[in-house]
């Protein structure tokens, strides 16, 4: 493919695509992470100054939120990084999504 084509094609795909609606979806989707991240840090908190133990449920939801993050940002910009980055958070989220069934029993 020569300069023009790939400039069409891409004009193309583009069109469909609104700049603001496209920044206002990045800005709600952030804005929502670090609502859940304060959300789990303020029931953490209350849990631990009403003498519970260590609940590592909360934690899991944040690492879970930063794996898929990172996946979908790997699996986007074929970034190898990223993808690594996603497969630690998403091991850290499984490993404490099984403390947190086990500490239930």
């Known amino acids: 493919m020569n300069k023009d084509e790939i400039l ?19 800005k709600s989707s952030n804005l929502g992470m670090v609502c859940s991240i304060v959300l789990c840090l303020v029931l953490f908190l209350v849990q631990r100054i009403a003498g519970g133990v260590f609940n590592y449920g909360f934690w899991s939801i944040i690492m879970a939120e930063n794996a898929g993050a990172f996946i979908y940002k790997g699996i986007k910009l074929h970034n190898r990084s990223n993808m690594i980055m996603g497969a630690v958070w998403c091991f850290c989220a499984l490993a404490g999504a099984v403390a947190f069934v086990c500490s239930m029993f």
């Open 8 to 26: 069409e094609k891409s004009r193309i795909e583009n069109s469909k695509k609104d700049p603001y609606e496209m920044e206002i979806d990045l």
